[in-house]
């Protein structure tokens, strides 16, 4: 059977086509596909349903908000809480509390509502298990660093000294009279 390039653009359109619709219902599927906007793939929950996540998601994004950092690096945040959560019924009974502490509306709240309740339970050992764990995993990602710029670390890259250690191109030039004395002389 001989098939023209036409035929083989079509095939190529059609595949491509599936694909998307594909991916976009099984994405649709995931709890937090909806905060994960213009991404082909989504976080699966474990132990969260679908509007505990959402909570989670925007507790997370109050505690810690930064505009224009992907919406991905809150996700890894979200799930390691849910792992945590789906390996102790105890941990999964103490953010289930939590989150209804804080409200199931929450998510749809302005941010002073949202900051508001969460002053609240502040001291609570839910907020701060949930901050903690913020902390430690929203800025141990590359989807963060790629965000605020850190390259990651520098000793496999052959270290800062020849990558721009002293590119200062920002800082105004020093006149060597304002250097201060010169100990080597």
């Known amino acids: 059977m001989t098939h023209s390039n036409n035929d083989a653009v079509n095939r190529r359109a059609f ?36 509007q505990d996540a959402e909570t989670l998601m925007s507790m997370i994004r109050t505690i810690a908000p930064h505009d224009g950092l992907d919406p991905a690096a809150y996700a890894y945040v979200a799930k390691a809480i849910d792992k945590e ?12 509390d939590g989150l209804r502490s804080i409200g199931a509306d929450f998510s749809i709240r302005d941010e002073a509502t949202r900051v508001q309740r969460l002053r609240a339970v502040e001291q609570t050992a839910f907020f701060q298990g949930v901050r903690f764990k913020t902390l430690l995993v929203l800025y141990d990602n590359p989807v963060s660093w790629a965000h605020f710029g850190y390259e990651g670390e520098a000793f496999s890259k052959g270290g800062y000294l020849q990558r721009g250690f002293n590119d200062l191109h920002w800082l105004p030039e020093v006149p060597a009279s304002a250097a201060g004395p010169n100990p080597v002389g």
């Open 15 to 50: 595949i491509h086509g599936a694909t998307g619709v594909l991916t976009g219902v099984l994405g649709a599927l995931s709890p937090l596909s909806a905060f994960v906007p213009g991404r082909a793939w989504a976080v699966s929950m474990d132990a969260l349903s679908t």
């Open 85 to 96: 959560a789906a390996a102790s019924s105890d941990a999964k009974t103490r953010l289930a």
